[in-house]
């Protein structure tokens, strides 16, 4: 039983940590679209997720765990609009450095990461109710 309660824990820990990826990739598609008002600002960065093992002392394993939420650092895309408030004098504007197709795959990857570890917490609690009934 020990040791279903530890897959439980770990499995919980990659749900969680994949929710927040899912947040993130939700907030980039969000501010996907959006352009600077005025010259000179700059658009919304793309954000990535990092993960890290993390030492759960309580079951004696490692669980993954969110380190950080950085800026993506790759170069803002273009776009010509000389009308536009926030065009330079060469006419073109900055945009956001989000790629939906990019993020769409990796919200896919996210999703079926989340789905796994739930599919192990539901296995786990139906072995839980095997071993419950078991000793009934």
């Given at each position: 039983?020990?040791?279903i ?6 499995s919980?820990?990659?749900m969680r940590?994949q ?8 907030e980039?598609?969000?501010?996907a ?21 993390t030492?759960?002392r309580?079951?004696g ?6 380190d950080k939420?950085?800026?993506?650092r790759?170069?803002?895309k273009k ?5 536009h ?18 993020e ?8 079926r ?7 192990v ?11 419950i009934?078991?000793?009934?």
């Amino acid at each position: 039983m020990d040791d279903i309660m530890k897959t439980l824990r770990i499995s919980s820990s990659g749900m969680r940590a994949q929710g927040t990826r899912l947040r993130v990739i939700s907030e980039n598609i969000a501010n996907a679209g959006s352009v600077p008002q005025s010259p000179g600002e700059t658009p919304y960065r793309r954000k990535v997720v990092t993960f890290k093992n993390t030492l759960d002392r309580t079951i004696g394993l490692d669980t993954v765990k969110v380190d950080k939420v950085l800026p993506d650092r790759s170069e803002f895309k273009k776009k010509y609009d000389p009308s536009h408030p926030a065009a330079g004098s060469d006419g073109y504007i900055q945009t956001p450095n989000v790629n939906s197709l990019i993020e769409m795959m990796d919200m896919r990857e996210a999703q079926r990461s989340y789905d796994a570890n739930l599919n192990v917490m539901k296995t786990s609690k139906t072995m839980i109710n095997n071993t419950i009934d078991l000793l009934r």
